[in-house]
């Protein structure tokens, strides 16, 4: 298993078999190319966030052209900018939102999976009715009746309280069934007769034996977080101070026929960087269980 | 019965399925005195691999010690905290399992595997936990152990990764190795060398250890004495050379004949049927349907275990009549 003098190690091997998948590779160039945009973003925008400069300079509803590239709003809003502002702030909502469900999907169906019992029963049933919750309408009432209430001015970080509250199950269920299958290996046995304590046996010996899938699907989570929170924001229940892909598509929406650069770009933006991620996650897949191809 | 080390009597050990009570272990008792290799020999499903695990207090769910006592260096096992039973696996009592591709975590490295379970067990340092696994990777007879130190299970041949686990074991300088099959998924050129690696250590470390194994060959060759075990209980104890020369159980007899033999010409004769259903085990003794012997008392009465002469036991109730052909090699 070893070439050209290179450990083993399991990463190794599955970036190497990651390196020969193409779309794999080319979703993790785009996945690359919208995180550099996200990081470079404040200095290649040439508005700042939600600035209606562009209105006093009479481009206010100009189409896309060299001063501003996608166009302008009604408002007076430069798009160019704004999706810009946008990759930073729904990546931030994806990659958060997803790294919160997965910890909390680990400690949950980790511990469902591995102690007997009324614990266990009872962090299923919470599992599965968390899953079963119509998860878009509940996020949607509780976006809403949240900003007003309590969190005003937590802004997106609130988005990402609540997808990850509602979102963790599917993490969950995932976590718990190899829990069930890692715990009954040899070597979860041997760790126990050699003196290790539940805690350890837990998070040194089982879950890192479980963490490919967990990355595949996390993968596949930040794309559809982003989804989420798009269809959050373009039905109006966002963040309307932070410019987002979805904020942009409501913002469009009512000159849809007249003014289609608001809409195409953000759009554009969404379903390539979704695209990304979801080719990414399924080259991940290939890479972290290639016996799955089958 | 003073100067034992490990006393395990009539100990029962249930799994409580949905389908109805598995007796795994029913009646078993296992003596093992100190620095002795005791062997425990049955078929699959007889019963020793629980035995073991109870004696590590490590059955699963649903199984659960019903019954008996389990006594190390005096103290009942049963009676302690679980606390206290962590403290003693792995550093005084360890196990070596059958297979070592399962029994090793995957994602770890070799030095992993063996710093994690000394600095667990001892207050040593990092360097000195690397150290230790080092000699003692050059002890069980791995070479460029520095080199091995680095390597992930998978890149291990089988007898390397059994050298690796059983290096593991004995970490802490256990006083008692379990040994569960320690050779069965090896191959056979590979096993002489486990085998005799075993034994060196056994007698260097001057620890106790109980074979688990379904193989009389090997209990020839390590053990001092043998304890038979059927469907969970007690058929037969022994010192090994009685055990071949002069077996009192039907089932011991038939264990020796399944034996293939180098000097003698002669077809292998097998068991008829399979271990019996432990949800329902036979009436009377367990053996009964399956032995060529079988009266009509034996699927009446319980056997007890009844004394041979000194040290040898044997729970059949025609011993005193029969006359049984053990095994001269």
Avoid at chain 1, 7 to 21: E, H
Avoid at chain 1, 136 to 144: E, N, P, S, Y
Avoid at chain 1, 217 to 243: H, M
Avoid at chain 2, 112 to 140: F, G
Wanted: net charge neutral.
């Amino acid at each position: 298993m070893r070439r050209n003098g290179r450990r083993a190690n399991q990463w190794a091997v599955a970036w190497r078999r990651f390196r020969k998948n193409k779309s794999g590779i080319i979703g993790g160039a785009i996945v690359l190319f919208f995180i550099i945009i996200a990081i470079v973003g404040p200095y290649l925008a040439p508005y700042p966030p939600r600035s209606y400069a562009p209105l006093y300079q009479g481009d206010a509803g100009q189409p896309p052209s060299l001063k501003h590239p996608f166009g302008v709003e009604e408002s007076g809003i430069d798009v160019f900018s704004e999706v810009i502002d946008g990759t930073r702030n729904d990546l931030y909502v994806g990659l958060a939102a997803s790294l919160l469900t997965t910890l909390i999907g680990i400690a949950i169906g980790a511990f469902a999976g591995y102690f007997e019992g009324l614990v266990s029963e009872v962090l299923l049933a919470l599992t599965q009715i968390f899953f079963v919750f119509p998860a878009l309408l509940l996020i949607l009432l509780f976006a809403r009746v949240f900003s007003i209430l309590v969190f005003k001015g937590l802004g997106l970080t609130l988005i990402v309280l609540i997808l990850s509250f509602f979102g963790w199950s599917g993490v969950s269920f995932i976590v718990r069934g190899e829990t069930l299958r890692v715990k009954q290996m040899e070597f979860v046995q041997a760790a126990r007769s050699l003196g290790a304590g539940s805690m350890r046996i837990l998070f040194r010996h089982i879950v890192p034996n479980i963490l490919s899938p967990v990355i595949v699907i996390a993968t596949l989570g930040i794309a559809g977080f982003i989804l989420t929170e798009v269809a959050v924001s373009f039905l109006g229940f966002g963040d309307a101070n932070t410019p987002t892909w979805g904020l942009l598509l409501n913002e469009g929406f009512p000159y849809i026929r007249t003014e289609w650069w608001v809409s195409l770009f953000p759009g554009l933006a969404v379903v390539l960087c979704v695209l990304g991620f979801n080719l990414m996650g399924d080259g991940l897949s290939d890479a972290l269980n290639p016996r799955l191809r089958e | 019965m003073i100067g034992k080390l490990l006393e395990v009597s009539n100990l029962r050990t249930y799994f409580y399925t949905e389908a109805g009570v598995v007796k795994a272990v029913d009646g078993m008792s296992l003596d093992v005195g100190k620095s002795e290799t005791v062997g425990l020999v049955g078929e699959s499903g007889s019963g020793k691999s629980v035995t073991a695990q109870s004696v590590l207090r490590i059955v699963p769910p649903p199984g659960r010690i019903v019954e008996g006592s389990i006594k190390f260096q005096g103290a009942d096992i049963l009676q302690k905290s679980e606390e206290e039973m962590r403290m003693l696996r792995g550093s005084k009592i360890s196990v070596i399992f059958q297979d070592p591709s399962s029994s090793l975590n995957p994602v770890y490295t070799v030095e992993r595997q063996l710093t994690d379970i000394i600095t667990l067990h001892q207050h040593v340092s990092k360097r000195e936990a690397i150290q230790t696994a080092q000699s003692l990777l050059t002890r069980v007879g791995i070479s460029e152990p520095e080199k091995r130190l680095r390597a992930y299970p998978h890149e291990l041949s089988g007898g390397m990764k059994q050298r690796v686990a059983i290096a593991r074991a004995l970490s802490c300088e256990p006083s008692l190795l379990l040994a569960d099959e320690p050779t069965t998924s090896l191959d056979v050129t590979i096993q002489a060398q486990v085998l005799e690696l075993l034994k060196e250590l056994q007698a260097e470390y001057e620890m106790s250890m109980v074979m688990i194994t379904h193989d009389m060959g090997i209990v020839a060759d390590l053990t001092r004495r043998v304890t038979v075990a059927y469907a969970g209980k007690v058929m037969e104890v022994a010192d090994t050379r009685s055990v071949f020369t002069d077996p009192k159980h039907p089932y011991t007899e038939a264990l020796l004949k399944a034996v293939p033999s180098i000097r003698r010409t002669r077809a292998l004769e097998v068991i008829p049927g399979n271990i019996p259903n432990l949800i329902e085990p036979p009436s009377g003794c367990v053996f009964h349907p399956r032995c060529k012997y079988a009266k009509e008392i034996c699927s009446r009465e319980v056997p007890g275990l009844e004394v041979v002469d000194g040290g040898h036991y044997v729970a059949c109730h025609l011993w005193r009549e029969l006359r049984l052909e053990g095994r001269v090699n």
